[in-house]
Nanobody, 122 residues
Framework: VQLVESGGGLVQPGGSLRLSCAAS????????MGWFRQVPGKEREFVSAFDFIGDNTYYSDAVKGRFTISGDNARSAIFLQMDNLKLEDTAVYYCLAAKGLWAVITGATDYWGQGTLVTVSS
């Protein structure tokens, strides 16, 4: 199983970024995928999840209404469209995959990407 993130960068407050996570080595139909983020010195926190079985989406309260997660089974990828970015969104964003929504929300999986840095700064 391999997960590779891309799309991070530097953006001003109020701006947008789109993260991508390309998956390989497993069948997406049986997995839920999602995003966590981590600020240095703090624990990783759940951001969003996407369920390929029903195309269901889930968000933390911190990003609800600003971030949109989507998935493309044919491309074996998920995406995170981040709009109206705030200073507090600055973090390393990690893609993850697990069998089951709860496992993604709690981060109870061995399948993580290497992370991509998002910096929101004026």
């Amino acid at each position: 199983v391999q997960l590779v993130e891309s799309g991070g960068g530097l953006v001003q407050p109020g701006g947008s970024l789109r993260l991508s996570c390309a998956a390989s080595g497993f069948t997406l139909n049986y997995y839920t995928m999602g995003w966590f983020r981590q600020v240095p010195g703090k624990e990783r926190e759940f951001v969003s999840a996407f369920d390929f079985i029903g195309d269901n989406t889930y968000y933390s309260d911190a990003v609800k209404g600003r971030f949109t997660i989507s998935g493309d089974n044919a491309r074996s990828a998920i995406f995170l469209q981040m709009d109206n970015l705030k200073l507090e969104d600055t973090a390393v964003y990690y893609c993850l995959a697990a069998k089951g929504l709860w496992a993604v929300i709690t981060g109870a999986t061995d399948y993580w990407g290497q992370g991509t840095l998002v910096t929101v700064s004026s």
